[in-house]
Protein backbone atom coordinates (compact mmCIF):
# COMPACT_ATOMS: atom_id res chain seq x y z
CA UNK A 1 0.00 0.00 0.00
CA UNK A 2 1.46 3.76 -0.84
CA UNK A 3 1.65 6.65 1.26
CA UNK A 4 1.34 9.72 0.50
CA UNK A 5 4.22 12.06 1.52
CA UNK A 6 5.03 15.66 0.55
CA UNK A 7 9.03 16.77 -0.30
CA UNK A 8 9.24 20.14 -0.32
CA UNK A 9 5.83 20.85 -1.48
CA UNK A 10 5.64 18.21 -4.43
CA UNK A 11 3.11 15.35 -3.53
CA UNK A 12 4.82 12.13 -3.89
CA UNK A 13 3.23 7.94 -3.52
CA UNK A 14 6.00 6.30 -1.62
CA UNK A 15 5.96 2.36 -1.97
CA UNK A 16 8.01 0.17 0.64
CA UNK A 17 9.03 -3.23 -1.34
CA UNK A 18 11.60 -5.59 -0.97
CA UNK A 19 13.65 -4.48 -3.92
CA UNK A 20 17.71 -3.22 -4.14
CA UNK A 21 17.36 0.40 -5.05
CA UNK A 22 15.00 3.17 -4.89
CA UNK A 23 12.97 4.34 -8.15
CA UNK A 24 10.94 6.92 -9.59
CA UNK A 25 7.95 7.17 -12.26
CA UNK A 26 5.80 9.76 -13.73
CA UNK A 27 2.84 8.37 -14.10
CA UNK A 28 0.76 9.40 -16.91
CA UNK A 29 -1.77 10.46 -17.33
CA UNK A 30 -1.81 12.83 -14.46
CA UNK A 31 1.92 13.22 -14.06
CA UNK A 32 1.57 11.25 -10.16
CA UNK A 33 5.34 10.80 -8.79
CA UNK A 34 6.08 7.23 -7.42
CA UNK A 35 8.80 6.46 -5.52
CA UNK A 36 9.26 2.50 -4.47
CA UNK A 37 11.98 2.25 -2.20
CA UNK A 38 13.52 -0.77 -0.42
CA UNK A 39 11.93 -1.53 2.97
CA UNK A 40 14.84 -0.30 5.53
CA UNK A 41 15.60 3.19 3.41
CA UNK A 42 15.70 6.01 5.71
CA UNK A 43 13.46 8.80 5.24
CA UNK A 44 16.22 11.27 4.87
CA UNK A 45 17.71 9.51 2.07
CA UNK A 46 14.25 9.35 -0.22
CA UNK A 47 14.08 13.00 0.71
CA UNK A 48 17.99 13.41 -0.74
CA UNK A 49 16.79 11.50 -3.49
CA UNK A 50 14.04 13.10 -4.23
CA UNK A 51 15.88 16.72 -4.27
CA UNK A 52 18.23 15.30 -5.94
CA UNK A 53 16.05 14.46 -9.21
CA UNK A 54 13.58 17.40 -8.57
CA UNK A 55 14.88 19.45 -11.98
CA UNK A 56 14.20 15.88 -13.66
CA UNK A 57 10.73 15.74 -11.76
CA UNK A 58 9.61 19.09 -12.60
CA UNK A 59 10.57 18.39 -16.56
CA UNK A 60 9.11 15.40 -17.14
CA UNK A 61 5.86 16.26 -15.02
CA UNK A 62 5.41 18.75 -17.16
CA UNK A 63 5.91 16.78 -20.05
CA UNK A 64 3.19 14.60 -19.11
CA UNK A 65 0.39 16.50 -18.03
CA UNK A 66 0.85 18.52 -21.96
CA UNK A 67 0.88 15.62 -23.49
CA UNK A 68 -2.39 14.64 -21.67
CA UNK A 69 -4.05 18.29 -21.84
CA UNK A 70 -3.33 17.34 -25.47
CA UNK A 71 -4.43 14.60 -25.84
CA UNK A 72 -7.51 14.22 -23.47
CA UNK A 73 -9.02 10.58 -22.50
CA UNK A 74 -11.92 10.20 -23.93
CA UNK A 75 -14.54 11.24 -21.21
CA UNK A 76 -16.23 7.56 -21.05
CA UNK A 77 -16.12 3.93 -22.29
CA UNK A 78 -18.83 4.65 -25.26
CA UNK A 79 -16.01 7.82 -26.36
CA UNK A 80 -13.36 5.33 -25.78
CA UNK A 81 -14.93 2.69 -28.30
CA UNK A 82 -15.53 5.39 -30.50
CA UNK A 83 -12.75 6.34 -31.02
CA UNK A 84 -11.12 2.99 -31.55
CA UNK A 85 -13.31 1.69 -34.46
CA UNK A 86 -12.40 5.22 -36.37
CA UNK A 87 -9.19 4.44 -36.18
CA UNK A 88 -9.82 0.69 -36.91
CA UNK A 89 -11.00 2.27 -39.83
CA UNK A 90 -8.43 3.80 -40.91
CA UNK A 91 -5.74 1.33 -39.88
CA UNK A 92 -7.75 -1.30 -42.08
CA UNK A 93 -7.35 0.79 -45.39
CA UNK A 94 -3.53 2.46 -44.44
CA UNK A 95 -2.31 -0.42 -43.30
CA UNK A 96 -2.50 -2.87 -46.49
CA UNK A 97 -1.70 0.02 -48.95
CA UNK A 98 1.65 0.76 -46.70
CA UNK A 99 2.34 -3.52 -47.06
CA UNK A 100 1.82 -3.68 -50.97
CA UNK A 101 4.14 -0.31 -51.36
CA UNK A 102 6.88 -1.39 -48.19
CA UNK A 103 7.25 -5.36 -49.15
CA UNK A 104 6.97 -5.47 -45.69
CA UNK A 105 3.82 -7.72 -44.07
CA UNK A 106 2.70 -8.11 -40.35
CA UNK A 107 0.59 -11.38 -39.14
CA UNK A 108 -1.69 -8.93 -37.91
CA UNK A 109 -2.45 -5.98 -35.84
CA UNK A 110 -4.16 -4.89 -32.40
CA UNK A 111 -5.79 -1.65 -31.22
CA UNK A 112 -4.67 -1.18 -27.62
CA UNK A 113 -4.71 1.72 -25.12
CA UNK A 114 -1.20 2.69 -24.80
CA UNK A 115 -0.77 5.82 -22.62
CA UNK A 116 3.61 5.51 -23.10
CA UNK A 117 4.14 4.44 -27.09
CA UNK A 118 2.45 4.92 -30.10
CA UNK A 119 2.88 1.05 -31.27
CA UNK A 120 4.96 -1.85 -30.76
CA UNK A 121 5.72 -4.70 -32.86
CA UNK A 122 6.74 -8.80 -31.29
CA UNK A 123 9.12 -9.26 -33.68
CA UNK A 124 8.70 -13.17 -33.11
CA UNK A 125 5.28 -13.04 -34.50
CA UNK A 126 5.65 -10.01 -36.20
CA UNK A 127 2.37 -8.64 -35.00
CA UNK A 128 1.89 -4.76 -34.06
CA UNK A 129 -0.01 -3.39 -31.62
CA UNK A 130 -1.07 0.65 -32.57
CA UNK A 131 -2.04 2.94 -29.85
CA UNK A 132 -5.56 4.37 -29.42
CA UNK A 133 -3.77 7.42 -28.81
CA UNK A 134 -3.26 7.55 -32.97
CA UNK A 135 -6.98 8.60 -33.29
CA UNK A 136 -6.71 12.17 -33.50
CA UNK A 137 -3.00 12.12 -34.90
CA UNK A 138 -2.64 13.07 -38.66
CA UNK A 139 -2.72 10.07 -41.62
CA UNK A 140 0.75 10.94 -41.97
CA UNK A 141 1.33 10.23 -38.13
CA UNK A 142 -0.27 7.50 -38.42
CA UNK A 143 1.72 5.76 -41.35
CA UNK A 144 4.92 6.71 -39.49
CA UNK A 145 4.10 4.26 -37.15
CA UNK A 146 2.76 1.62 -39.37
CA UNK A 147 6.16 2.42 -40.98
CA UNK A 148 8.01 1.94 -38.24
CA UNK A 149 6.41 -0.85 -36.79
CA UNK A 150 6.41 -2.71 -39.81
CA UNK A 151 10.23 -2.24 -40.31
CA UNK A 152 10.65 -3.97 -36.85
CA UNK A 153 9.13 -7.17 -38.61
CA UNK A 154 12.58 -7.17 -40.19
CA UNK A 155 15.17 -5.03 -37.54
CA UNK A 156 14.61 -6.02 -33.94
CA UNK A 157 16.23 -2.51 -33.08
CA UNK A 158 16.68 0.91 -33.67
CA UNK A 159 20.16 0.70 -34.58
CA UNK A 160 21.76 1.77 -38.37
CA UNK A 161 20.27 -0.66 -40.62
CA UNK A 162 16.77 0.16 -39.23
CA UNK A 163 17.42 4.09 -40.03
CA UNK A 164 18.70 3.05 -43.22
CA UNK A 165 15.36 1.37 -43.91
CA UNK A 166 13.08 4.09 -42.73
CA UNK A 167 15.01 6.65 -44.94
CA UNK A 168 14.77 4.25 -47.86
CA UNK A 169 10.48 3.88 -47.41
CA UNK A 170 9.67 7.20 -45.83
CA UNK A 171 12.14 10.29 -46.49
CA UNK A 172 11.17 12.97 -43.78
CA UNK A 173 10.29 10.26 -41.31
CA UNK A 174 12.12 12.32 -38.20
CA UNK A 175 10.26 15.27 -38.83
CA UNK A 176 6.90 12.64 -38.34
CA UNK A 177 8.61 11.38 -35.45
CA UNK A 178 9.22 14.59 -34.18
CA UNK A 179 6.05 15.80 -34.33
CA UNK A 180 4.96 12.65 -32.17
CA UNK A 181 7.12 14.35 -29.24
CA UNK A 182 4.98 16.43 -29.09
Same mark, same amino acid.
Given at each position: ??????? /?? +?????? %????????????????? !??????? +???D????R? !??????????????? %?????????? &???????R +? %???????????????? &??????????? !?? /?? *?? %?????????? *????? +?M?? /??????????????????? !??? *?????????????????????????
Amino acid at each position: MAEIISI /DG +LRIELS %RKKIKRMNMRIKEPDGR !VVISAPY +LTPDFEIVRF !VRSKRSWIDRNVARV %RARAAAHPEP &QNNAEKER +L %RAALKARIAVRLPAIE &QQTGLHCSGWT !VR /DM *HT %RWGSCNTRTN *HINLS +LMLA /DRSDAELDYVIVHELVHTR !VAN *HGPEFQAYMDALMPGWKNLRKSLKY
